[in-house]
């Protein structure tokens, strides 16, 4: 049985990048059947009562199904990175709690993004810590971010965890990710063609195991 989400929650889909690695807009690669934007969607939907997709000004539109939940809104601080699209989403968001992923990443886990939000209520940010290293673009944000990422723009300053001191912080350590994703994959994004090809044959084996997983029930039933 699936419990209520405690907060409502705007999922921001980061996908403003130019892709200078991959040398094409990623968004639109397909993996597993889909778009990149299309698998992303798909994940953080059933968790959001809207998704706002942030994109670059002059930006291609995206081809994503029609969704009346989804947006398409412009960057406010182009050319500051992902910390200008942050601002930028939680500024049109109507949500008081954020989830916030970047548009690149096709093993998002909804257990374990479930499990961010259950914790969202008492903080502003909820945020995975794995091995030293924090995954700013797999969090949650309130709308008392605004103001302190707003200071950190305007002084050019764009590294995310700079304004986490003037907000309250719920660090998800690396027991409780394993929890839900030992394998990390929630944090896996495509940035070369290697990357793409390890993608492709990840979700072919989800497939696979999603197909097995199904079967399994239909026996039983």
């Given at each position: 049985m699936v419990t209520k989400l405690p907060v409502t929650i705007t999922s921001i889909i980061l996908a403003g990048g130019k892709s200078t690695r991959l040398g094409r807009e990623k968004a639109l690669e397909k993996?597993?059947?889909?778009?990149?934007?299309?698998?992303?969607?798909?994940?953080?939907?059933?968790?959001?009562?809207?998704?706002?997709?942030?994109?670059?000004?002059?930006?291609?539109?995206?081809?994503?199904?029609?969704?009346?939940?989804?947006?398409?809104?412009?960057?406010?601080?182009?050319?500051?990175?992902?910390?200008?699209?942050?601002?930028?989403?939680?500024?049109?968001?109507?949500?008081?709690?954020?989830?916030?992923?970047?548009?690149?990443?096709?093993?998002?886990?909804?257990?374990?993004l479930r499990h961010l939000i259950e914790l969202s209520p008492d903080f502003d940010v909820v945020i995975p810590l794995v091995e030293g290293n924090t995954e700013p673009l797999h969090g949650i944000?309130?709308?008392?971010?605004?103001?302190?990422?707003?200071?950190?723009?305007?002084?050019?300053?764009?590294?995310?965890?700079?304004?986490?001191?003037?907000?309250?912080?719920?660090?998800?350590d690396v027991g409780e990710v394993d929890r839900f994703d030992p394998q990390h994959l929630s944090f896996f994004n495509i940035n070369t063609e290697e990357d793409l090809a390890k993608a492709t044959i990840l979700a072919e084996k989800e497939a696979h195991q999603g197909s097995i997983v199904h079967n399994l029930k239909e026996t039983t039933l």
């Open positions: 993996i597993g059947g889909e778009s990149l934007i299309e698998r992303v969607i798909g994940r953080v939907a059933p968790l959001s009562t809207e998704v706002i997709l942030v994109m670059r000004p002059q930006q291609p539109t995206l081809s994503v199904p029609a969704q009346p939940k989804v947006k398409a809104v412009t960057d406010l601080y182009p050319g500051k990175g992902s910390l200008g699209g942050i601002y930028t989403g939680l500024h049109y968001s109507s949500s008081f709690h954020n989830l916030v992923v970047a548009c690149d990443m096709p093993f998002l886990n909804e257990a374990l944000y309130s709308k008392n971010c605004l103001a302190p990422i707003e200071a950190l723009l305007k002084q050019g300053k764009l590294r995310i965890v700079d304004f986490f001191p003037s907000v309250r912080v719920r660090y998800i």
